[in-house]
């Protein structure tokens, strides 16, 4: 009778990871894959990040996004976000100062994204996305001020294996403005506003091992040019990896991400990392539900 029993059950197991490999999308913490949100449907966001470490004195961020996303068509999706941030910056003057700010509105954005050409099995998905934002606190230093950024990024995607095994693949184009807040002084003008270019290409690879569960990696390559209408001079840059887990379970979704950096520059002494930026090290957890 146990004989039995293991083979219905190894039945059912098979039958439930060839549904899920068919019906489930794999979602990672910093790639976006290709697909869309199809027509009507709603989906709901929360992000959370926290980022730690420049090298000297104590640093740590904590960035949350809550989202909403539509799909209008099957292929045009838009959303809107909601953005907050932490800041505990400690012994870290001149280049930081001081603050001690566990959760402040941040800002707000919106994401548009329009899918081209759609994942199959023998070929690339291809999807371009827009997301202006605006900002009132600083992402890496914390202080209050004024930001608007355009975030542009083509993004692409492969199938394999049954769709058990998915490659996405991303290139980001996004120019910022910024000014810091200042007291006004009598007869000073009020500074320019700073203009900076990121260009990051980010790449994520996973792979379903159970019904609902996917395991894999994911790696960043970002790169800023302050000053960028003047000529493309690069000040920094930063290239992370590390590893990212996927679950989903009917309507709800979870997903977990650990970015180390690994190298970049301009480093300090005794180190290959850029801290001036970026930071040691990253994670993100992302929790969703569609309705």
Same mark, same amino acid.
């Given at each position: 009778?146990?004989?039995?029993?293991?083979?219905?059950?190894?039945?059912?197991?098979?039958?439930?990871?060839? #549904?899920?490999?068919?019906?489930?999308?794999?979602?990672?913490?910093?790639?976006?894959?290709?697909?869309?949100?199809?027509?009507?449907?709603?989906?709901?966001?929360?992000?959370?990040?926290?980022?730690?470490?420049?090298?000297?004195?104590?640093?740590?961020?904590?960035?949350?996004? @809550?989202?909403?996303?539509? +799909?209008?068509?099957?292929? $045009?999706?838009?959303?809107?976000?909601?953005?907050?941030?932490?800041?505990?910056?400690?012994?870290?003057? !001149?280049?930081?100062?001081?603050?001690?700010?566990?959760? =402040? $509105?941040?800002?707000?954005?919106?994401?548009?994204?329009?899918?081209?050409?759609?994942?199959?099995?023998?070929? $690339?998905?291809?999807?371009?996305?827009?997301?202006? +934002?605006?900002?009132?606190?600083?992402?890496?230093?914390?202080? &209050?001020?004024?930001?608007?950024?355009?975030?542009?990024?083509?993004?692409?995607?492969?199938?394999?294996?049954?769709?058990?095994?998915?490659?996405?693949?991303?290139?980001?184009?996004?120019?910022?403005?910024?000014?810091?807040?200042?007291?006004?002084?009598?007869?000073?003008? #009020?500074?320019?506003?700073?203009? #900076? @270019?990121?260009?990051?290409?980010?790449?994520?690879?996973?792979?379903?091992?159970?019904?609902?569960?996917?395991?894999?990696?994911?790696?960043?390559?970002?790169?800023?040019?302050?000053?960028?209408?003047? +000529?493309?001079?690069?000040?920094?840059?930063?290239?992370?990896?590390? !590893?990212?887990?996927?679950?989903?379970? =009917? #309507?709800?979704?979870? &997903?977990?991400?650990?970015? !180390?950096?690994?190298?970049?520059? !301009?480093?300090?002494? +005794?180190?290959?990392?850029?801290?001036?930026?970026?930071?040691?090290?990253? $994670?993100?957890?992302?929790?969703?539900?569609?309705?």
């Amino acid at each position: 009778m146990s004989r039995y029993v293991t083979a219905l059950v190894a039945a059912v197991l098979v039958s439930s990871w060839s #549904e899920a490999a068919q019906a489930e999308g794999v979602d990672f913490g910093y790639s976006y894959g290709a697909e869309t949100t199809d027509s009507g449907e709603t989906e709901v966001e929360l992000w959370a990040t926290a980022r730690h470490g420049k090298g000297e004195g104590h640093y740590g961020a904590q960035d949350y996004r @809550l989202e909403v996303e539509r +799909g209008i068509t099957d292929r $045009f999706q838009v959303a809107l976000y909601a953005n907050f941030a932490g800041h505990h910056v400690h012994r870290m003057e !001149p280049r930081f100062e001081d603050i001690d700010r566990s959760f =402040g $509105f941040q800002g707000l954005s919106a994401e548009f994204q329009y899918n081209l050409i759609k994942p199959t099995h023998d070929g $690339f998905g291809l999807t371009l996305y827009a997301e202006p +934002g605006w900002s009132r606190i600083n992402h890496v230093s914390g202080e &209050t001020g004024k930001e608007y950024e355009l975030e542009l990024k083509a993004i692409v995607q492969k199938n394999f294996s049954d769709d058990r095994l998915v490659w996405v693949g991303n290139l980001t184009v996004e120019p910022e403005w910024e000014r810091e807040d200042e007291e006004g002084v009598q007869g000073v003008d #009020e500074p320019d506003w700073e203009k #900076e @270019l990121k260009i990051e290409l980010t790449t994520g690879l996973a792979y379903r091992v159970a019904p609902g569960w996917s395991v894999g990696i994911e790696g960043r390559y970002s790169n800023i040019y302050p000053d960028w209408t003047e +000529g493309m001079h690069r000040e920094a840059f930063a290239v992370s990896a590390g !590893p990212t887990v996927h679950y989903s379970s =009917g #309507e709800w979704s979870m &997903t977990a991400t650990w970015l !180390p950096q690994l190298f970049g520059s !301009p480093n300090g002494s +005794g180190s290959n990392l850029s801290l001036d930026e970026y930071e040691k090290s990253e $994670f993100r957890l992302k929790l969703s539900h569609e309705f």
